[in-house]
Antibody, heavy 121, light 107 residues
Framework: EVNLLESGGGLVQPGGSLRLSCAAS????????MHWVRQAPGKGLEWVSV????????RYADSVKGRFTISRDNSQNTIYLQMNSLRDQDTAIYYC??????????????WGQGTLVTVSS | EIVLTQSPATLSLSPGERATLSCRAS??????LAWYQQKPGQAPRLLIY???NRATGIPARFSGSGSGTDFTLTISSLEPEDFAVYYC?????????FGGGTKVEIK
């Protein structure tokens, strides 16, 4: 059974940093791309970032480019999202999602339950 | 970036009725469109990928169609558990983008 568990969310001041983690199990982690997708309170879904299966190639939404960094540790079956220079508008539930395949743009077929990030002074 | 416009914003239907949801792209996304379902307090669930392929475990009452700029998600006969918000997502062009969602509510 595929399981994704996000952690690391919390309250942070504007301009601050936070690192999210997503621990995966139940599938061959190193052969699938992984995404981060966020959802502001009461709003729709926004794709944030994706990391390739094995070469650490990554893509980002324009809204986070230069501030967020996605990474993965295939030995720990975990992905990370380092978030710097946080803004009020980064407040959201952050979900990690397993890609359907090793194609970077493949949709998320399994999702974690999310971790809430609140940026506020 | 590609903008996806979903309509209607809200669809009020009764169990057993047919639901037809629309997603229109600002430019062609070929067949690279997915549909997700999200219930309150839950993560999204992949229903359809590449316009018409049902994801693993998705009931046959869910079907997707379309290509280019116009796509449709059809639920042939609504079950009580189908009342939720539905999102489309394109994967043709970076950045990946989602539509604003259609809420299917009980009439």
């Amino acid at each position: 059974e595929v399981n994704l568990l996000e952690s690391g969310g919390g309250l942070v001041q504007p301009g601050g940093s936070l690192r999210l983690s997503c621990a995966a199990s139940g599938f061959t982690f190193s052969t699938y791309v992984m995404h981060w997708v966020r959802q502001a309170p009461g709003k729709g879904l926004e794709w944030v970032s994706v990391i390739a299966a094995s070469d650490n190639g990554a893509r980002y939404a324009d809204s986070v480019k230069g501030r967020f960094t996605i990474s993965r540790d295939n030995s720990q079956n975990t992905i990370y999202l380092q978030m710097n220079s946080l803004r009020d508008q980064d407040t959201a539930i952050y979900y990690c999602a397993k890609g359907l395949s090793n194609v970077p743009s493949s949709p998320g077929d399994y999702w974690g339950q999310g971790t809430l990030v609140t940026v506020s002074s | 970036e590609i903008v996806l416009t979903q309509s209607p914003a809200t669809l009020s239907l009764s169990p057993g009725e047919r639901a037809t949801l629309s997603c229109r792209a600002s430019q062609s996304v070929r067949s690279y469109l997915a549909w997700y379902q999200q219930k309150p307090g839950q993560a999204p669930r992949l229903l359809i990928y590449d316009a018409s392929n049902r994801a693993t475990g998705i009931p046959a009452r869910f079907s997707g169609s379309g290509s280019g700029t116009d796509f449709t998600l059809t639920i042939s006969s609504l079950e009580p558990e189908d009342f939720a918000v539905y999102y489309c997502q394109q994967r043709d062009t970076w950045p990946l983008t989602f539509g604003g969602g259609t809420k299917v509510e009980i009439k």
